[in-house]
């Protein structure tokens, strides 16, 4: 009795004790005003997406040596991407000044034959980007003469149309005695009948206005006529080009370095135009060798925005090679010094800074000659977010 009686105490005991323990831990973490509060770590802020996941927020350093650390976090928020350099043999690449120009065989001008007045179309005047078919009316030509010179045409034109009549007669009056006249002789007045209606036809054809059609299916590219406008004789009142069939001239200062020209490509807004060599004119202009080229249609089927007569720049490929580390263009930025380099990935989160001279390959690449020796992984998306790091 007196075992049971001892366990129950020493039990009893040992529940008090740790309910003391429980008091004591909860009371030590209580604040006093006489007491100094604890200064805590800081920790990595936690916001809570929209979709309840949540992305911790860690900083992103610039070290000593010039390079970055860029935690994996911090490196999602950038959208950094990585390529790894490819070191070969590449094509030397040439760079030209070039502008678009239209396909002569998919486009053309509407000019005026003689002076006149702009008159609209059953549909109106022709506009910029309307898209018309070969044959196309696009708008009306009054041609410009004096009252004289109308009169005495008018006059010829009636005088026409009585001697038409008479041969119309005449012809009338002979087939109703076929069989007692030779046939001989009405075969004659039905030739002169016809004649005499070309004739009229002819002169009335130059009292009337003249048509101005489209001379090929496409778009209208320019535009040069208002209704009531006076115009001289051989003006350019419309052009007509196809968007899907453009071609570049570029000039060439330097015949030696077009040898073994292939094919070339164009950076230009909203893409990369892929071109195709077509030849070389042997007159100068503006004391260069033109350069034809073909712009290619891409696979999606449509080019990106382009205007007749826009400049840009060429880089045709021709035979010759260069050693380089294939890079793309994006993963070349300038540093503070006006300086070309790029990012090179050297651990998980260390980012290293590379001082590079390069050459461009096409509009998607270039060979750096110097900084790289292949095989690293370069930055290619987010390089210009890595140089703005402090």
Do not use: C
């Not at 740790?18 to 800081?42: F, I, N, R």
């Not at 109106?124 to 009169?151: D, F, T």
């Not at 149309?161 to 002789?185: C, F, M, N």
């Amino acid at each position: 009795m007196s075992d049971y009686r001892n366990t129950s105490r020493d039990a009893l005991v040992l529940l008090l004790a740790g309910l003391l323990t429980v008091q004591v831990w909860a009371h030590g973490g209580e604040d006093h005003g006489d007491e100094k509060k604890s200064t805590s770590a800081p920790l990595a802020v936690a916001p809570v997406h929209a979709q309840g996941q949540v992305a911790f927020i860690e900083p992103a350093l610039r070290l000593p040596d010039g390079s970055v650390f860029v935690p994996k976090s911090a490196q999602r928020q950038l959208a950094l991407r990585t390529q790894t350099a490819r070191k070969g043999e590449f094509p030397r690449t040439v760079e030209l000044n070039g502008r678009v120009v239209g396909d002569p065989n998919a486009g053309g001008r509407v000019q005026t034959f003689q002076s006149g007045r702009i008159e609209a179309g059953p549909k109106g005047l022709a506009v910029l980007g309307q898209r018309v078919s070969k044959g196309q009316l696009l708008a009306w030509l009054q041609p410009a003469s004096s009252a004289i010179e109308r009169g005495s045409q008018q006059s010829v034109l009636a005088e026409l149309a009585a001697q038409e009549t008479v041969l119309e007669r005449r012809v009338a009056r002979l087939r109703q005695l076929e069989g007692s006249v030779p046939q001989k002789d009405i075969e004659q007045a039905q030739i002169e009948l016809a004649a005499f209606k070309k004739r009229k036809a002819a002169v009335g054809g130059s009292l009337g206005r003249e048509a101005l059609v489209a001379p090929v299916s496409g778009v209208v590219s320019a535009a040069n006529a208002v209704v009531g406008q006076v115009v001289d004789a051989r003006e350019v009142v419309f052009e007509v080009i196809d968007p899907q069939r453009l071609a570049v001239e570029a000039l060439a200062y330097d015949p030696l370095l077009l040898a073994g020209l292939a094919k070339a490509s164009a950076p230009v807004a909203g893409g990369v135009l892929e071109l195709a060599f077509v030849g070389i004119g042997r007159t100068l202009k503006e004391q260069a060798m033109p350069v034809l080229f073909r712009v290619e249609l891409p696979k999606t089927g449509e080019l990106p925005a382009l205007a007749v007569g826009q400049t840009l720049k060429v880089l045709a490929q021709t035979s010759g090679l260069q050693s380089g580390v294939a890079v793309p263009v994006v993963a070349v930025v300038r540093n503070a010094a006006n300086e070309s380099v790029v990012w090179v990935h050297e651990s998980a989160e260390h980012f290293v800074l590379r001082k590079v001279r390069s050459a461009p390959l096409d509009g998607h690449s270039v060979a750096v000659t110097d900084g790289l020796s292949g095989g690293e992984r370069v930055v290619v998306q987010g390089a210009a977010s890595l140089s703005q790091i402090r």
